[in-house]
C-alpha cells in the first residue's frame, strides 16, 4: 500500500522560525560582524548581504564526549603494508588523533572553528539598523525637480544643418525631381513622336522647316530637364525638438560632518548610518545618486568617503565654512535647474557662537532656495548650543524642507528618520 | 525470466505515472521476497524542503530550536558552496512509513530510492528489535504534534527565552535520556495530553515527598550526607540509605522525577526531549545493519528490475555508477577517508551472508556452520531482526569481508609512544580486529558511561555524578558547559567525579569553587 503525495506547493520556509531563533541567539555576535562590514563597505555598497563567521565554540552543543587521552583501539580500512607489531608514529603528535569512533559529535565536518553563514540583504539591513523595522523604501511621489528634455517632434522645413534629416530630404527631392520633369518630358515626347512622323514621310512631302523647328525645340526641351537640380533648398527637411518638462531622474546628496576634535568614532558611525538610511532612501526614488561629502572643523574640505569617515582631525569648528563649500560645489558642479540637491548634515551641536549667525543667514539666503531637503541631525546627548537654536530659525522658514532631529544612540536613527521625512510624504500626496 | 518486456519508462525524466508503476512493480518483487513493511507514504519535495527536512532531523513537524535554525544555515551554506550534495533520500520512522523524493532526482534515483527507502529501511523500521522495542511507529507523528504544539504553549505561557533555555539544557542530556537496559513505555499523543494534568499534579506532590522534611543547612558549612557525626544527629535522621538506591543512567528520567525545583511544565518539557531522545535511540546503534540492509535491497531489488526487462540498460549503468560511488570505502590513507563507511561495511556483511547461505566455503562451514548453507532469505531476515550494530558485526563480520576490507587494529595508547598494530585481517588476527570493530560501536564505549550515584537529600541537595572510565578515556573539554546546564535543571550543586578502576582520576563541579580547584 502506497500512497504518493506531491508536497512541492507547500509552504517553504519552514526552518524559518529557527533560523530567526538563531539569528536572535548569537545577536552580539552578528552586529559585531555586520557592524564590522558597515564599516568596512561604502554607504553605496549596503543592498547585499554578508557572510557572518561565528567561532564554533561559541555556538556549540556541548555534550558529554571523550576527550583525548588513555588508550583505544581504532579499526581502519585498506591496510597494505602493516604487519601486527609495527609500530606508526603518531600524526600531529598528539594522543589519539583519527578517533574514528567520534563521528557523532561534530555535524558540522571538517572541524572548521568558524562557523560561517549568510544573512540576506534584508536581514543585513536589519542588522545595520538595530533591528528596527526598515520602512518599505518605495518610490513615493517626492516632489522634484523638473528637468527641461528636448524630444524629437517631427519634421520641418527649417532648422540648423547638423539636424537635417538625409533620407527625408532625398525623398522630398526625388518627388520633387518626377513632379517637375514629367510635363517636359512629355512634351519631349511629344516632339519626338512629331519628329518621327515627319521624317517617316515621304521625301516629297516633308516639310524641312518643321524638322529643323522640331529638332530645336527637342534640344530644348532635353536641356531643360537637365536643369532640373537634383536637390534643392525646399526639399530639405530637418529633424524638429520640442521641449519637454520632465522630473529629473538625478540626485545629488551632500554629507557635511562635523570633524573637529569633538566628534569620536562612535559618533561617525552613528552618523555613517544616518547617510546610509538617507543615501538608500534617495537610491529609491533617483536613478543617479551622486554624493559628495564635506568635512570640516575650522575650514572644510570636500574628501573621498574613505578620508570622510575615518581620517582624524582636531581643531575647532566653523560650520558656515562647510555650508559655504557646499554653495560652491553646488555653483560649480550641480546647478539646480538639473540636479535634485539634498543636504544631510552631521554634528555633535558644536559651533563658534559668532558663526551660527552666518549660518542661519546662509542657508535661509543661499543654500535652502536650491535645495530639495535639508536634514540635520545633532548626535550629543547633552544640551542644544547655538547652532541648533539658530537652525531652529531656519526650520521656521522652511518648515517643509528643513528638518532637525536630535541623535543619542544608534537606534534613535531610524525613528528620527521617520521623523524626518513623515511630514514630506504626507505633504507630496 | 523474460528481457523481452518494454522498459516501464527510460530517459532521466520522471513523472507520478511512471513512479506509480515501478512503486507497484517493486511492492510485488518486496512480496515475492517476503519483505514486511509499514504502507509508504512517498512525498515529492523541493530542494529548499529537503533542506528544511534535514535540519529538523527528518522529522515531519518539530518543536522550535535555535539549534535546527543553526543546522538548516549549515546545510545552505554547505549546499550552496557545493561542499555536500543532499542525500537524495530521508525516510522517517512511522506509520505509513514517509519517505521523501527529491524533484531533481532523475528518474533512476526515484526508482533506488523508492527500493532503497520505501523497502529497505521500511522493513528494518518494521522487524529490527531495537525499533520494535524502543519507537513506537504508530503514534510518533502525533506524539511530535503534541510536543510542538505543548513547547509552543510554555512559550507563550513562560516566554521563548525561559523555554529555550531548558531546550538548551535537555539537548545537551539528550543522550543520557534512554533506558538502555529496560522496555520503556509506548508513547501515545492522546493519552499524553490526557494524562498531562494529572501527571503534573502527582509529580509533584511525589517530589515534594521527598524534599519535605529537608532542612536548610546554613551556609557552605554544610556536611555531606552521612558524615555526620552521631553526637550530632542523636535520631538518625541523616543517617538514611542513599538517594537513589541504585546509579541511575538515565539522567534526564531522574531530572524529570526528581529535580527539585522544576516546574510541573519544566518536567513535562524534560520529558519530550527524552522521549523523542529515545526515538533515536535504535538508529543511533543500528546505522550499519539498516544501510547495510536498505543497500542489499536497492541492489537486489534493481538487478531483478534489470532482469525483467522493467529498466533498460542506460537506467541500470547509471544506477551502478550511483551504487559504487554509495558503498565506497576510501583507504584509511585516503584523502577523502572520513571513517568506516557504514553503507560500504553493512552492505558488504549482508552481501556475505547470502554468499555464505549459497556458496559456503570451507573458511565458512568452520565459521559459520550454523548458517553455511541455510535459505539465504530467512538467515537474513533474522540477522535484521535481532541484532545491533555491535551485536551483528560481532556475530556475522566473516574474515572474507575483513580480507576485502583489508580491515586492521591499531592501538593508541597514550602511555606508549606510537601507535601500535595491534592486529590484521590474518588468520591470528580476524576475532581481534572483529572484536574491536564491533566494540567501536558500542555506544557504552562511543560515549563516556555517566550515571547519577547520589542526590544528598539529607545534605545540601548536591547532585553527584560517576563517569565511569573506559580505558583510562577522560572527558573532553564540553564537560564544563554539560554539568553547568546539570546545575540549572538541578538547581543545586553537581558534582562529577572521573573514576577508574575504583580510583578517582577527576573531580568537576558546577558551580566551580575553591575547593574542586585545587584538587585539579
Redesign the interface.
Known amino acids: 500500500m502506497t500512497y504518493f503525495i506531491d508536497r512541492r506547493p507547500n509552504a517553504k520556509h519552514k526552518s524559518a522560525v529557527n533560523r530567526q531563533r538563531f539569528l536572535e541567539r548569537y545577536r552580539k555576535h552578528i552586529k559585531r560582524s555586520v557592524e564590522e562590514a558597515v564599516n568596512r563597505r561604502s554607504i553605496t555598497d549596503m543592498e547585499r548581504g554578508e557572510k557572518i563567521s561565528i567561532p564554533t565554540k561559541d555556538i556549540s552543543e556541548p555534550v558529554f564526549q571523550h576527550g583525548p587521552g588513555g588508550a583505544r583501539n581504532i579499526v581502519a580500512p585498506g591496510n597494505k603494508e602493516f604487519l601486527p607489531g609495527d609500530k606508526i608514529r603518531r600524526p600531529g603528535g598528539q594522543g589519539g588523533g583519527g578517533g574514528a569512533g567520534e563521528g557523532s559529535a561534530s555535524n558540522q565536518g571538517e572541524g572548521d572553528d568558524e562557523f560561517a553563514f549568510t544573512l540576506s540583504r534584508e536581514e543585513f539591513l536589519e542588522f545595520v539598523f538595530d533591528g528596527l523595522e526598515l520602512p518599505h523604501l518605495q518610490r513615493k511621489p517626492l516632489k522634484s525637480l523638473e528637468e527641461i528634455k528636448m524630444v524629437r517632434a517631427g519634421l520641418s522645413r527649417d532648422g540648423v544643418p547638423a539636424r537635417i534629416s538625409i533620407t527625408r530630404s532625398m525623398r522630398e527631392a526625388y518627388a520633387r525631381r518626377i513632379a517637375m520633369r514629367a510635363p517636359i518630358k512629355r512634351a519631349l515626347k511629344e516632339a519626338q513622336q512629331a519628329l518621327e512622323d515627319e521624317e517617316r514621310k515621304d521625301t516629297v512631302l516633308r516639310n524641312p522647316a518643321r524638322i529643323v523647328e522640331l529638332k530645336a525645340e527637342i534640344e530644348r526641351l532635353e536641356k531643360r530637364i537637365e536643369a532640373v537640380p537634383f536637390i534643392d533648398t525646399y526639399d530639405l527637411r530637418y529633424h524638429q525638438l520640442s521641449a519637454q518638462p520632465q522630473p529629473s531622474s538625478q540626485a545629488v546628496m551632500f554629507c557635511v560632518m562635523d570633524v573637529s576634535g569633538s566628534m569620536t568614532q562612535n559618533h561617525k558611525d552613528i552618523a555613517k548610518r544616518f547617510f546610509l538610511l538617507l543615501y538608500l532612501f534617495l537610491e529609491k526614488h533617483y536613478e543617479k545618486v551622486e554624493l559628495v561629502f564635506v568635512r570640516h572643523h575650522t575650514a572644510a574640505r570636500e574628501v573621498s568617503e574613505e578620508e570622510f569617515f575615518y581620517s582624524r582631525e582636531t581643531g575647532g569648528t566653523i560650520v558656515s565654512s562647510a555650508l559655504t563649500l557646499v554653495n560652491k560645489i553646488i555653483q560649480a558642479r550641480y546647478p539646480a535647474e538639473k540636479w535634485n540637491l539634498y543636504v544631510a548634515q552631521a554634528s555633535d551641536g558644536d559651533n563658534w557662537d559668532d558663526d551660527s549667525n552666518t549660518c542661519r543667514d546662509l542657508l535661509i539666503k543661499q543654500l535652502m532656495p536650491q535645495l530639495q531637503y535639508y536634514a540635520y541631525v545633532e548626535i550629543t546627548p547633552h544640551d542644544h548650543q547655538s547652532l541648533w537654536h539658530e537652525y531652529q530659525s531656519v526650520a521656521e522658514h522652511f518648515p517643509e524642507r528643513f528638518a532637525m532631529q536630535q541623535i543619542v544612540g544608534a537606534g534613535d536613527i531610524y525613528p528620527v528618520f521617520r521623523e524626518l521625512f513623515k511630514r514630506r510624504l504626507n505633504q507630496a500626496r | 525470466m523474460s528481457a523481452s518486456q518494454k522498459p516501464i519508462a527510460t530517459g532521466s525524466d520522471w513523472n507520478?505515472n511512471d513512479?506509480?508503476r515501478f512503486?507497484d512493480k517493486l511492492?510485488a518483487l518486496a512480496d515475492e521476497y517476503r519483505l514486511n513493511t509499514y504502507?509508504?507514504?512517498?512525498?515529492?519535495?523541493?530542494t529548499?524542503?529537503m533542506?528544511?527536512a534535514y535540519?529538523?532531523v527528518g522529522m515531519p513537524v518539530g518543536y522550535?530550536?535555535?539549534?535546527?535554525?543553526?543546522?538548516?544555515?549549515?546545510v545552505?551554506?554547505?549546499y550552496?558552496r557545493g561542499q555536500m550534495g543532499l542525500a537524495y533520500e530521508l525516510v522517517i520512522n512511522s506509520n505509513?512509513c514517509i519517505a521523501y523524493l527529491m524533484?531533481e532526482n532523475t528518474l533512476m534515483m526515484q526508482v533506488l530510492v523508492m527500493a532503497h527507502a520505501?523497502y529497505g529501511h521500511n522493513s528494518f523500521f518494521k522487524g529490527n528489535y531495537l525499533f520494535r522495542t524502543w519507537t513506537d511507529a504508530e503514534s510518533i507523528v502525533d506524539y511530535l504534534v503534541f510536543a510542538r504544539q505543548y513547547i509552543a504553549q510554555c512559550e507563550e505561557r513562560h516566554g521563548?527565552h525561559a523555554v529555550?533555555q531548558l531546550l538548551?539544557a535537555c539537548?545537551?542530556?539528550?543522550?543520557?535520556g534512554v533506558d538502555r537496559y529496560k522496555r520503556p513505555s509506548p508513547i501515545s499523543a492522546e493519552e499524553e495530553a490526557k494524562r498531562q494534568d494529572e501527571r503534573e499534579a502527582y509529580l509533584q506532590t511525589q517530589v515534594n515527598m521527598l524534599w519535605r522534611t529537608i532542612p536548610e543547612l546554613p551556609g557552605n558549612a554544610t556536611p555531606l550526607p552521612g558524615s555526620l557525626h552521631s553526637d550530632d544527629d542523636p535520631l538518625g535522621l541523616h543517617s538514611g540509605g542513599n538517594y537513589p538506591p541504585e546509579p541511575q543512567e538515565n539522567l534526564l528520567y531522574f531530572i524529570e522525577k526528581n529535580a527539585p525545583l522544576l516546574a510541573p511544565w519544566q518536567r513535562e518539557m524534560v520529558r519530550i526531549v527524552r522521549k523523542l531522545a529515545q526515538y533515536f535511540y535504535p538508529q543511533?546503534q543500528t546505522q550499519v545493519m539498516n544501510e547495510g540492509w536498505a543497500c542489499f535491497w536497492h541492489y537486489t531489488l534493481m538487478n531483478r528490475l534489470y532482469d525483467e526487462g522493467d529498466v533498460d540498460e542506460g537506467l541500470m549503468l547509471e544506477f551502478l555508477q550511483s551504487h559504487a560511488a554509495v558503498i565506497n570505502?576510501?583507504?584509511?590513507?585516503?584523502p577523502y577517508?572520513?571513517?568506516?563507511n557504514p553503507y560500504a561495511l553493512g552492505f558488504a556483511i549482508f552481501m556475505d551472508i547470502k554468499r555464505i547461505c549459497e556458496a559456503p566455503t570451507e573458511e565458512d562451514q568452520q565459521w559459520f556452520p550454523d548458517i553455511a548453507g541455510t535459505p539465504w532469505r530467512s538467515t537474513l531476515e533474522f540477522a535484521m531482526c535481532n541484532f545491533k550494530d555491535e551485536s551483528f558485526i560481532q556475530q556475522y563480520l566473516s574474515p572474507k569481508v575483513m580480507r576485502d576490507?583489508?580491515?586492521?587494529?591499531?592501538?593508541?595508547?597514550?602511555?606508549v609512544e606510537?601507535?601500535?598494530?595491534?592486529?590484521?585481517?590474518?588468520e591470528?588476527?580476524y576475532r581481534r580486529?572483529r572484536d574491536?570493530?564491533s566494540?567501536?560501536?558500542a555506544l557504552s564505549?562511543?560515549?563516556?558511561n555517566?550515571q547519577v550515584v547520589e542526590a544528598a537529600i539529607r545534605g545540601d541537595r548536591s547532585l553527584t555524578l560517576h563517569?565511569i572510565?573506559?580505558?583510562?578515556?577522560?572527558?573532553?573539554?564540553?564537560?564544563y558547559?554539560?554539568i553547568r546546564?546539570l546545575h540549572e535543571l538541578w538547581g543545586f550543586p553537581v558534582r562529577l567525579v572521573s573514576m577508574d578502576e575504583g580510583r578517582v582520576t577527576h573531580r568537576y563541579r558546577w558551580p566551580v569553587e575553591e575547593e574542586s580547584k585545587d584538587k585539579s
Open positions: 507520478f513512479l506509480e512503486n511492492a504502507p509508504n507514504q512517498i512525498e515529492v519535495i523541493t529548499e524542503q533542506m528544511d535540519a529538523s522550535h530550536h535555535w539549534s535546527f535554525g543553526k543546522q538548516f544555515l549549515a545552505e551554506q554547505a550552496k505509513p524533484e520505501c521563548v529555550e538548551d539537548h545537551a542530556l539528550q543522550n543520557y543511533r570505502q576510501p583507504d584509511f590513507d585516503s577517508y572520513n571513517g568506516i576490507l583489508k580491515l586492521f587494529l591499531i592501538v593508541d595508547d597514550d602511555q606510537t601507535l601500535v598494530v595491534g592486529a590484521i585481517h590474518n591470528q588476527g580486529v574491536a570493530l566494540t567501536q560501536y564505549v562511543k560515549e563516556p555517566i563517569h572510565q573506559d580505558s583510562r578515556r577522560p572527558l573532553g573539554r564540553s564537560v558547559p554539560v546546564h
